[in-house]
Each structure stands twice: as C-alpha cells, then as structure tokens.
C-alpha cells in the first residue's frame, strides 16, 4: 500500500511522463510531412497546455504548498522551485498561445521549430531536477 504522500508522488510522475509523451508526438508530427501536420499540432499544443495547467495545479496544491507548511528545512528551497516552475510556466504557455494558430504556426514554422526544440530541453531538465531532487526530498523527510 502507498500513502497519500506516495500517491501524490506517483501521480505527479505519471503526469510528467503523459506530459513528455505529448511533446514526442508532437516533435514527431513537426519532422512529418504533409499539409495536415500544421492542423494537428495545433490540436495537440492544445491538449498540452491542458494538462500542463493540470498537473502544475496539482503540483501547486498537493506537493509545494504542503511541502512549505510542513517542512522548516526544505521550505526555502520549495519555494524557489515553485517560483522557478512558475517562470517555465508563463514562457512555455505565452510560446503555446503564439502557435495555437494554423495559419501562423505554418508561416513561422522554422520559428516554431526552435522555439520548440529550447522549450522541451527546459521542461525535461526540470522535470528531471523535480523528480530527483525535491520529490525523493518530500518522501524521505516528510
Ligand atoms: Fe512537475
């Protein structure tokens, strides 16, 4: 049996894995070829942001804000990764409302490219420094 703290734990992580999944898909649909790749991509950077908006809320809820309450030493350190989190936040979504538009997305399609390629290698970083660094923090102390 887990406990609530490993299940939040747990939960977090499978939503990070969904997360990178969609963003493969997506890179896989940026390398392809035919007119209808601008059309999908705009469907899946839709579902995307979805499920970023999801799980940072939960992440927020369930996992920071309890970690802050709860725990005098990773306090500080907690807050920083949420403000962090939030900084990747409002560059990966303003970068998501920009392309969330066929017509834009295929005229400024190099653009999109390597903006694409820079958000993904920052979101994997951070997920990453989440998952070996504060969440195996959180089920160790807490
Ligand atoms: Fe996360």
């Known amino acids: 049996m887990f406990s609530d703290k490993q299940n939040v734990i747990l939960k977090l992580i499978r939503q ?9 898909l997506t890179h896989k649909m940026m390398m392809g070829n035919g007119e209808s790749k601008y059309l999908i991509i705009v469907h899946l950077l839709g579902d995307f942001k979805k499920n970023l908006l999801e799980h940072v809320k939960l992440e927020n809820e369930k996992f920071y804000d309890v970690l802050v309450e ?25 970068f998501i409302d920009e392309y969330r538009n066929e017509e834009k997305l295929k005229s400024e399609f190099a653009d999109f490219q390597n903006e694409f390629e820079l958000m993904v290698s920052k979101l994997n970083s951070r997920i990453s420094l989440e998952e070996v660094g504060v969440y195996s923090y959180w089920s160790m102390v807490i």
């Open 16 to 24: 990070h894995r969904s997360l990178q999944k969609e963003l493969d």
């Open 70 to 94: 709860n725990d005098e030493k990773g306090k500080a350190q907690a807050m920083e990764f949420r403000e962090s989190m939030k900084g990747i936040e409002e560059v990966v979504l303003k």
